[in-house]
């Protein structure tokens, strides 16, 4: 059973920046495409990113430019660069590993952006 835990939210001030971190403790880890979605209060979780195993990447247009994802198959943990944070980008974010039965979800870490 793979179990997947992010880290590295918090509060920033708009135009900071955040890298988030998500953890995997399964062995496929390196075969599987991972993902970064965030669910913003009142809406529904949208995807933002997302790396396939050959490190190939797709962002939502909303944070083109902005954030990175990038994986580290050795340590089995997927990252999130988050640049020029703005209001917008204050949510849950969580990562998703792609599986069957509709794979696996992190617990969700928030991030906050306010002056």
């Known amino acids: 059973q793979e179990q997947l835990v992010e880290s590295g939210g918090g509060l920033v001030q708009p135009g900071g920046s955040l890298r988030l971190s998500c953890a995997a403790s399964?062995?496929?880890?390196?075969?599987?495409?991972m993902a970064w979605y965030r669910q913003a209060p009142g809406k529904e979780r949208e995807l933002i990113a997302q790396?396939?195993?050959?490190?190939?990447?797709n962002y939502a247009d909303s944070v083109q430019g902005r954030f990175t994802i990038s994986r580290d198959n050795a340590k089995h943990t997927v990252y999130l660069q988050m640049n020029t944070l703005n209001f917008e980008a204050t949510a849950v974010y969580y990562c998703?590993?792609?599986?069957?039965?509709?794979?696996?979800w992190g617990q969700g870490t928030q991030v906050t952006v306010s002056s």
């Open positions: 998703h590993m792609y599986g069957p039965a509709g794979g696996h």
């Open positions: 399964g062995s496929i880890f390196a075969l599987l495409p």
């Open positions: 790396i396939l195993s050959t490190g190939r990447t």
